[in-house]
Nanobody, 124 residues
Framework: QVQLVQSGGGLVQTGGSLTLSCTASGRTFSTQAMAMGWFRQAPGKERDFVAV????????RYEDSVKGRFTISRDNVKKTVFLQMNSLRPEDAAVYYC???????????????WGQGTQVTVSS
């Protein structure tokens, strides 16, 4: 099993920056070389893909609206994945979830393990 614990998030003004972190525990995370993703869910909406990074860190993908503003990275020694969010917009406000899975996927059904979620609020 894999446990994911998130930190970061909070309230920021439009144009500001935040960094989310997600730390994994459990032997499965290392032995299965899992990809890590970030998703977000605004009130009344579906949980949508934001970014994903491969185990090696060499491959990453982003949802179109965050390209050039968000950066996903990981530190496998610390078993932590980061989401650096710059130039935040009100439409970025949501609960953000990290996830671990066996493929570098953009669909939430491709992920097996989820963090607890963290709120990001962007004031205009």
């Amino acid at each position: 099993q894999v446990q994911l614990v998130q930190s970061g998030g909070g309230l920021v003004q439009t144009g500001g920056s935040l960094t989310l972190s997600c730390t994994a525990s459990g032997r499965t995370f290392s032995t299965q070389a899992m990809a890590m993703g970030w998703f977000r869910q605004a009130p009344g909406k579906e949980r949508d893909f934001v970014a994903v990074i491969s185990w090696s860190g060499h491959i990453s993908r982003y949802e179109d609206s965050v390209k050039g503003r968000f950066t996903i990275s990981r530190d496998n020694v610390k078993k932590t994945v980061f989401l650096q969010m710059n130039s935040l917009r009100p439409e970025d406000a949501a609960v953000y979830y990290c996830a671990a899975g066996g493929v570098i996927g953009t669909g939430k059904d491709e992920y097996n393990f989820w963090g607890q979620g963290t709120q990001v609020t962007v004031s205009s």
